[in-house]
C-alpha cells in the first residue's frame, strides 16, 4: 500500500520530513539590499510553514553574486554574513517546516540588461527568435573557471547548512549553467567537461561530491534535474536515466524531476518540440519511467494542484510531490487538504501565442503572488496578465538600475 501525502519520510540522510508535500522552487526576486533575505522573504516563507508544507525549497539562491538570473535575488558566497539567512531558516522551523536551499549558477542565462559574469560551456547564445538579443553570447568557460564554480556551490552549501538550513538543492534543470553542460545543444566541448554523456554530467557529479565531502552526514544534498529539455537534439529521458544511475552512491537524498527552459518553458506547461504534457503533475509519466534507474528518492513538481493528483503521484513510487505555482495562489493547500479532500489550487495562466512573452506573463503574474505575500497580503483571486508584465518589468528595470550601481557598472 503506497504513503499517504500526509505520511513522514526519512531521507537517506537520516532527516525526517513531516509529510510528502513540498513548496518547490519558485525565482522570488524579493532580496533586500546586499542581495541578502530580508523581511518581505520572511512573511512570504512564514505563510507558506504556516500552510502545513512539509518542506519548503528557497527560490534559487546564486552561488555568484555577479552571476545573477535576475536582479532581486538572493546570493550566498564564502563570505556572506549569515545573519539573515539564519532568521530565514529559523522562520520555517519555527511553524515546524523543514527548509532546504536551492542553488544554483545561471550560466547563460544572464540577461544582456544585468551584466556581470556570462558563463558557459561552450559559445552558445539562446535562441529566443526575436526575443534572442535579450541575452548576450556567453564565453566558453576555462578550467580554471569551471573550477571555480565547483568550488562556489561548495561553500554556499557550507554557508547554508551554517545558517541552519536542513539541506541543499543543487540545480541542474531549465537551462541553467549544469543543465547547459548536460545537453549536447549547449555543450560542444571536445575536452573531459564535455562530447559523451559521461563528460557532459562531469561537473554535476563533481559538485555533488564536492558538496558531500564539505558538509555534515546529516546534511540533506538533493537535485533538480530535467526529465528533458523538451527541444529536438537536446537532453532526452534516455539521459536523464543514464545521469540518475551516475548520482548513485554519492550521498544524493533526493531527485526532483522538471523539465523545459528558457527557450522551452516545459516547467509551465509548454514544450518546444510539440510534446503533449499531462495537464496536472507534467513530469510524471517521465518519472515513472525512471523510478528504476536508481534507488534515489524522486520527487515530481509542475501543475500539481489537487489532492488525488498528488496522491497518484505517490502511488506511482515516487517518494515526494512538488507544487509551486498553485502555492503561489493558495499557500495552505496542504492544510486545506488535511480537512477537504476536494479543496484546489489554482494556477493561474496565459498561453499566448508567443511563448516567450507567455513565460514572462506568468513569472510575472507568479512574482506579483508572492510580493503580496510577501507585504503581509493574501494572494489576489485574479490578475491582470499584461498588468503584471508592466508591473514587473518596472520593478525588473528598477531592481536592475540599483544592481549594476552596486556592482560600479554603472556610476
Do not use: C
Not at 546570493?75 to 539573515?84: G, I
Not at 518589468?393 to 557598472?409: D, E, F, I, N, V
Request: proline residues 4%; without cysteine.
Amino acid at each position: 500500500m503506497s504513503a499517504s501525502v500526509f505520511d513522514a519520510f526519512t531521507l537517506p540522510s537520516g532527516h525526517t520530513l513531516k509529510n510528502r508535500l513540498v513548496k518547490a522552487a519558485m525565482e522570488e526576486n524579493m532580496a533586500a539590499p546586499g542581495q541578502l533575505p530580508g523581511d518581505d522573504l520572511f512573511n512570504l516563507y512564514d505563510q507558506w510553514a504556516a500552510g502545513e508544507t512539509g518542506l519548503l525549497i528557497t527560490g534559487n539562491v546564486m552561488v555568484d553574486r555577479l552571476a545573477m538570473t535576475g536582479p532581486g535575488g538572493v546570493a550566498l558566497e564564502r563570505d556572506t554574513p549569515l545573519a539573515p539567512f539564519k532568521e530565514w531558516a529559523a522562520v520555517a522551523h519555527g511553524k515546524g517546516a523543514s527548509i532546504w536551499m536551492q542553488i544554483n549558477h545561471p550560466g547563460r542565462q544572464v540577461f544582456r540588461r544585468m551584466g556581470g559574469r556570462n558563463l558557459a560551456p561552450s559559445a552558445v547564445g539562446l535562441d529566443l527568435g526575436k526575443h534572442s538579443s535579450l541575452f548576450d553570447v556567453p564565453k566558453a568557460m576555462s578550467e580554471e573557471e569551471i573550477e571555480d564554480v565547483i568550488q562556489r556551490f561548495a561553500d554556499t552549501a557550507v554557508q547554508a547548512q551554517n545558517a541552519g538550513f536542513d539541506g541543499v538543492e543543487i540545480h541542474a534543470a531549465h537551462g541553467y549553467l549544469l543543465a547547459q553542460f548536460l545537453s549536447p545543444l549547449t555543450n560542444k566541448r571536445s575536452d573531459r567537461w564535455g562530447d559523451s554523456l559521461e563528460n557532459r554530467a562531469r561537473l554535476l557529479r563533481e559538485v555533488v561530491i564536492r558538496i558531500r565531502a564539505a558538509v555534515r552526514p546529516g546534511f540533506a544534498v538533493a537535485v533538480k534535474l530535467n526529465s528533458a529539455d523538451f527541444q529536438r537534439g537536446g537532453f532526452e529521458l534516455s539521459d536523464a536515466r543514464e545521469v540518475l544511475a551516475s548520482l548513485e552512491g554519492l550521498g544524493v537524498d533526493l531527485v526532483e524531476l522538471s523539465g523545459g527552459s528558457y527557450e522551452s518553458p516545459a516547467m509551465q506547461g509548454r514544450t518546444a518540440d510539440g510534446r503533449t504534457l499531462a495537464r496536472e503533475a507534467y513530469f510524471l509519466e517521465f518519472a515513472q519511467a525512471l523510478t528504476d534507474a536508481s534507488t534515489i528518492p524522486l520527487m515530481v513538481t509542475g501543475g500539481v494542484r489537487r489532492l488525488s493528483v498528488a496522491q497518484e503521484v505517490l502511488n506511482s513510487g515516487v517518494a515526494l510531490v512538488g507544487m509551486a505555482t498553485a502555492l503561489a495562489q493558495t499557500p495552505d493547500l496542504p492544510r486545506q487538504w488535511s480537512t477537504d479532500a476536494e479543496a484546489s489550487g489554482e494556477i493561474l495562466q496565459v498561453r499566448w501565442k508567443d511563448k516567450t512573452l507567455s513565460g514572462l506573463a506568468n513569472m510575472a503574474m507568479v512574482r506579483r503572488q508572492l510580493r503580496r505575500m510577501g507585504d503581509g497580503l493574501p494572494p489576489a483571486r485574479r490578475l491582470s496578465a499584461i498588468l503584471s508584465v508592466v508591473l514587473d518589468q518596472y520593478r525588473l528595470a528598477k531592481l536592475t538600475r540599483s544592481y549594476r550601481k552596486a556592482l560600479g557598472l554603472d556610476q
